[in-house]
T-cell receptor, first 112, second 112 residues
Framework: QQKVQQSPESLSVPEGGMASLNCTSSDRNFQYFWWYRQHSGEGPKALM?????GDKKEGRFTAHLNKASLHVSLHIRDSQPSDSALYFC????????????FGSGTRLLVSP | AQTIHQWPVAEIKAVGSPLSLGCTIKGKSSPNLYWYWQATGGTLQQLFY??????VESVVQLNLSASRPKDDQFILSTEKLLLSHSGFYLC???????????FGPGTRLTVL
């Protein structure tokens, strides 16, 4: 069964610091990655998708994908207290695939 | 603008009782619709997806069923609740032109 491993389980960074989150897919058929963020009591919101090797930057968020190792990372620079949330990596077999597998999540806490 | 509503916001039910949760998407025609379940603080488990009215695909068996009676409506139900059904139920939509899923606010279910 497809598994998506995320690390660390939890992370604490000071305001203004850099947060780095990791995600690895165990199935080579699942190579299309998304990052979602979920604040407490709300539904997740998509941060960004990444389908090609290399970096993708959107504002303070940068994702890096290594397809050979099926590993994707998310780096948040200049972290803000509002970035405190549960971060999920999600993978799919196709860019518009119907079946989506979510990782176990990383809980980020940004301290003022 | 597209809006997604889920009802009820929260529900407390007895073991063995029936359940019906609803989801409505306004402002988008023929969306792909999804149901997810999330244990408190846990990962998201995809339950069902629907590409069109009347057609629903099951992703995992959890003694739940889903139906899509209208283009903009997705219903999750069971005739007999189990304790393990407790959690956060999230509806999501996606259109062919977008790659990420947009989640609703969720329904918190407590089974006692």
């Amino acid at each position: 069964q497809q598994k998506v491993q995320q690390s660390p389980e939890s992370l604490s960074v000071p305001e203004g610091g850099m947060a780095s989150l990791n995600c690895t897919s165990s199935d080579r058929n699942f190579q299309y990655f998304w990052w979602y963020r979920q604040h407490s009591g709300e539904g997740p919101k998509a941060l960004m998708s990444i389908f090609s090797d290399g970096d993708k930057k959107e504002g303070r968020f940068t994702a890096h994908l290594n397809k050979a190792s099926l590993h994707v990372s998310l780096h948040i620079r200049d972290s803000q207290p509002s970035d405190s949330a549960l971060y999920f990596c999600a993978v799919s077999e196709q860019a518009g695939g119907y079946k989506v597998v979510f990782g176990s999540g990383t809980r980020l806490l940004v301290s003022p | 603008a597209q809006t997604i509503h889920q009802w009820p916001v929260a529900e407390i039910k007895a073991v063995g009782s029936p359940l019906s949760l609803g989801c409505t998407i306004k402002g988008k025609s023929s969306p792909n619709l999804y149901w997810y379940w999330q244990a408190t603080g846990g990962t998201l488990q995809q339950l069902f997806y629907s590409i069109t009215v009347g057609q629903v695909e099951s992703v995992v068996q959890l003694n739940l069923s889903a139906s899509r009676p209208k283009d903009d409506q997705f219903i999750l139900s069971t005739e007999k609740l189990l304790l393990s059904h407790s959690g956060f139920y999230l509806c999501a939509w996606r259109t062919g032109g977008a790659l990420e899923q947009y989640f609703g606010p969720g329904t918190r279910l407590t089974v006692l």
